[in-house]
């Protein structure tokens, strides 16, 4: 159950790459007849991901390596092409660590940076995003939903926020795509970031969506491929995996996100109702299918994690990019939670190969683990361990 | 005959990879087991890569998504780390487009770069590089060998310069690789950009070695994976793959460069005997075993890439990178031809899969095929038509 740490690649997926590891090799750049079948096997999967994200023109949607990368190509290659506009930029406290540093690299370079922040749920705060807005913004980025809490942001109303004050509007979906549907038309995303791993495609690639007409500038320079914006040989097999995995996603996302759904709640009213002082991190509703993190009083989400693990269930702490840091995840500390609050999460990301079982397993394992690792915790209340 | 442009993945290689993709989908940054799988797994294929480049420590070694981001992130990396040092960079009139890119994009933004010419064979002239480098340079930029007229440079007489004039060596490696052995050490090399699909693994994974104490900056943020220098979550399956590749390329590079080199002989010495007024590009006898890049006056490289095309035989008429822009490669002309000379050229590239029958088949074609092509050109003259 720690999907957002890695998931594995579909069978299907992993079917339609195998061809073009071997023998379909070719370089689309190439002249001869192998580079223009590889050409074809790149735009039909561009054309899978521009119907996936709701795009209006194959144009529009470039390969990365990843979703670290179209964060980093997003921002960076927004903020330096458009400095002559102005040089500041909003987003929120609970991004993703390539979209904090990103900004954060950019502050070194003369820009401003504002974060926005949340409601105790992970909800950005509208009214303060509006205002954060001045007449030096030149882009808001702000993620689709948090896979770390799984909350869902009003991204289409703070689109029209966005686009009123004049700004661009980026978007992190690379926890939500292949989750929840998006459609960037009618959401009013300027720039959109998307990764193949997050919804069961090979790793090693990823796409931004860019709306005709945006300014953005290239962060990697070379052959010109993916029209200038992206140089580098293309990695065929892992865009055409991307694209297969964008056509399931497209089909598939719907009734398998109501199956997890149904299992998350099963999950998260289990915990709350059999394990005394917990809680639910992020919203109740407006969540990820696949995301439940739930909080335990008096205790440290590794020791958590590392008992889970013996018994053969994987979880996380937090985002897997930051769980090797001591420090609490930042996420947890914008929605409000103290340190020992956010040390003592546990993170449940749920997928195509979990069941009911594995659901009931946890709910009955769990409430006896946390029961001893408060028995020797010494913050544990006394009435706790009656 | 068209290896530089696209290589097929060796099936040993693939075969490692293949339970990274759905069974061992562990996130090397996570606290449980298959985490620790995960990171087991990427750190025995850096070992396999440090020992291919001959590097002291595993910790020199830093998986990029290509060759493209290794020569992105080797010059910008270095250049920003070390504006504090100097504004100047040292290059050659060679390089392939992402270092020439990358370097363009510096003088943007307040660096200096000299282009240091070559001879005829494409040579690096070792004196003007000398007197190029200022007591401003902090880097200079030197591929080891030329994937398109093939010429290998003294890298380590240039490494002995570089160093005495204060300043760090970067190679771009990534043709070279896998075809001939290279040690970081002995030739005196600072950082290197290697590419795992010129060495027959995967695409979309490539590797920079830094030599520790070398001051570089990341041009990708975000969860700090690869000791802060590269952000995003790491492509385990490709990196396992690239480690395969590098260890299946250390034993076999010597006898299958033996090997190569014999055709590629044997067909640059076919050309030139049957078909008149053709000559060789690049360096008669410091090449790369795989290299033959021929030159055929008064006709077209592209018409001559499409009739072989019509036979079966996939090759090139430059890089591949460049080759769907009119404009003729810069690295034949900087080795003095003309405009139409360089267009008369045609690029093959050996690999594993190419036999002497292949060899013997293109020396048996080809002359007609250029005798066609000649009778219908008002360029050809009439001494050639009879």
Same mark, same amino acid.
């Given at each position: 159950?720690?999907?957002?740490?890695?998931?594995? $690649?579909?069978?299907?997926?992993?079917?339609?790459?195998?061809?073009?590891?071997?023998?379909?090799? /070719?370089?689309?750049?190439? #002249?001869?007849?192998?580079?223009?079948?590889?050409?074809?096997?790149?735009?039909?999967?561009?054309?899978?991901? %521009?119907?996936?994200?709701?795009?209006?023109?194959?144009? !529009?949607?470039?390969?990365?390596?990843?979703?670290?990368?179209?964060?980093?190509?997003?921002?960076?290659? %927004?903020?330096?092409?458009?400095?002559?506009?102005?040089?500041?930029?909003?987003?929120?406290?609970? !991004?993703?660590?390539? $979209?904090?540093?990103?900004?954060?690299?950019?502050?070194?370079?003369?820009?401003?940076?504002?974060?926005?922040?949340?409601?105790?749920?992970?909800? +950005?705060?509208?009214?303060?995003?509006?205002?954060?807005?001045?007449?030096?913004?030149? #882009? +808001?980025?702000?993620?689709?939903?948090?896979?770390? &809490?799984?909350?869902?942001?009003?991204?289409?109303?703070?689109?029209?926020? %966005?686009?009123?004050?004049?700004?661009?509007?980026?978007?992190?979906?690379?926890?939500?795509?292949?989750?929840?549907?998006?459609?960037?038309?009618?959401?009013?995303?300027?720039?959109?970031?998307?990764?193949?791993?997050?919804?069961?495609?090979?790793?090693?690639?990823?796409?931004?969506?860019?709306?005709?007409?945006?300014?953005?500038?290239?962060?990697?320079?070379? /052959?010109?491929? !993916?029209?200038?914006?992206?140089?580098?040989?293309?990695?065929?097999?892992?865009?055409?995996?991307?694209?297969?995995?964008?056509?399931?996603?497209?089909?598939?996302?719907?009734?398998?996100?109501?199956?997890?759904?149904?299992?998350?709640?099963?999950?998260?009213? *289990?915990?709350?109702?059999?394990?005394?002082?917990?809680?639910?991190? /992020?919203?109740?509703?407006?969540?990820?299918?696949?995301?439940?993190? +739930?909080?335990?009083?008096? &205790?440290?989400?590794?020791?958590?994690?590392?008992?889970?693990?013996?018994?053969?269930?994987?979880?996380?702490? *937090?985002?897997?990019?930051?769980?090797?840091?001591?420090?609490?995840?930042? $996420?947890?500390?914008?929605?409000?939670?103290?340190?020992?609050?956010?040390?003592?999460?546990?993170?449940?990301?749920?997928?195509?190969?979990?069941? !009911?079982?594995?659901?009931?397993?946890?709910?009955?394992?769990?409430?006896?683990?946390?029961?001893?690792?408060?028995?020797?915790?010494?913050?544990?209340?006394?009435?706790?361990?009656?």
């Amino acid at each position: 159950m720690d999907y957002m740490a890695g998931m594995p $690649v579909d069978p299907r997926v992993l079917e339609a790459m195998m061809p073009y590891f071997s023998q379909q090799y /070719g370089n689309p750049s190439s #002249l001869h007849s192998w580079g223009n079948e590889a050409r074809k096997a790149m735009e039909d999967a561009r054309t899978k991901v %521009v119907a996936f994200v709701g795009a209006k023109r194959s144009e !529009e949607i470039f390969f990365t390596s990843g979703g670290t990368e179209s964060n980093n190509l997003a921002i960076k290659g %927004v903020a330096y092409r458009n400095k002559d506009r102005g040089n500041h930029i909003v987003t929120t406290a609970i !991004e993703h660590m390539s $979209v904090m540093n990103s900004c954060k690299s950019l502050m070194k370079d003369g820009f401003n940076v504002t974060y926005v922040p949340v409601d105790k749920y992970g909800v +950005v705060d509208v009214q303060s995003l509006e205002k954060a807005i001045t007449d030096k913004t030149i #882009l +808001v980025s702000v993620m689709y939903a948090n896979g770390e &809490i799984g909350t869902i942001q009003p991204i289409k109303e703070i689109g029209e926020i %966005v686009h009123r004050k004049g700004a661009l509007l980026h978007v992190d979906a690379v926890a939500a795509a292949g989750q929840v549907p998006i459609n960037v038309e009618n959401e009013n995303i300027d720039l959109m970031s998307i990764s193949s791993n997050d919804m069961y495609g090979p790793r090693g690639v990823g796409a931004i969506y860019v709306k005709t007409g945006t300014r953005i500038q290239p962060i990697i320079h070379g /052959g010109g491929q !993916e029209r200038g914006l992206r140089s580098g040989t293309e990695n065929i097999p892992a865009i055409v995996g991307m694209g297969k995995a964008a056509e399931i996603a497209k089909v598939e996302m719907k009734p398998e996100g109501e199956r997890l759904s149904q299992l998350r709640d099963k999950l998260i009213k *289990g915990l709350l109702e059999n394990i005394p002082s917990s809680f639910l991190n /992020g919203h109740p509703t407006q969540r990820l299918p696949n995301n439940a993190n +739930v909080r335990f009083s008096y &205790i440290e989400g590794e020791s958590l994690i590392l008992s889970l693990d013996m018994l053969g269930v994987a979880c996380s702490s *937090g985002s897997a990019c930051t769980s090797k840091t001591l420090e609490p995840s930042h $996420v947890l500390l914008a929605i409000g939670l103290k340190h020992e609050e956010a040390h003592g999460s546990l993170l449940f990301t749920l997928g195509k190969q979990n069941t !009911e079982e594995d659901v009931d397993y946890v709910v009955n394992v769990l409430p006896d683990i946390v029961k001893r690792l408060r028995s020797i915790s010494p913050l544990t209340p006394k009435e706790l361990l009656s």
